[in-house]
């Protein structure tokens, strides 16, 4: 059995993932990447009620065996980018771009999003 969540907020989780990789090159792993000489990682938290995508991002320190906790991510069911430390600025427009373009909000959720 998978991670339940929205389709919206699995495929901006995977738009970021691709942006991410294109912008800043793949890693050696399934879920990290390198930014500014930075070797980060993604761990996919608990499933969330609303359909939501929340985890943790790491950075590995120097020495390579050891990381370090960055902070945590959230994507809304809707697709949103609440937040996602460790991305290029440029990337997280595109994503927000994106979701935007493919999950546009409701009359009333695009009010309260004002």
């Known amino acids: 059995m998978g991670y339940s969540c929205t389709k919206a907020a699995a495929d901006v989780h995977d738009a970021i993932f ?5 912008t800043c ?3 050696r792993t399934s879920n990290g990447w390198t930014y500014n ?3 980060y990682f993604d761990e996919r938290g608990r499933e969330n009620r609303d359909g939501a995508v929340t985890g943790t ?3 590995y320190l ?3 065996e050891h990381c370090r906790r960055v902070g ?3 994507l809304d069911a809707g697709g949103g ?3 996602f430390p460790g991305i290029p600025r440029a990337v997280r427009g595109v994503v927000r771009v994106l979701g ?3 999950y546009p909000l409701a009359p009333a959720e695009s009010a309260r999003a004002s």
């Open 18 to 22: 691709r942006g991410v990789r294109a």
């Open 37 to 39: 000489g930075v070797r």
């Open 72 to 74: 945590g991510y959230k």
């Open 57 to 59: 991002i790491w950075k």
């Open 62 to 64: 120097p020495d390579g």
């Open 81 to 83: 980018l609440v937040r």
């Open 25 to 27: 090159g793949e890693d």
């Open 100 to 102: 935007a373009r493919a």
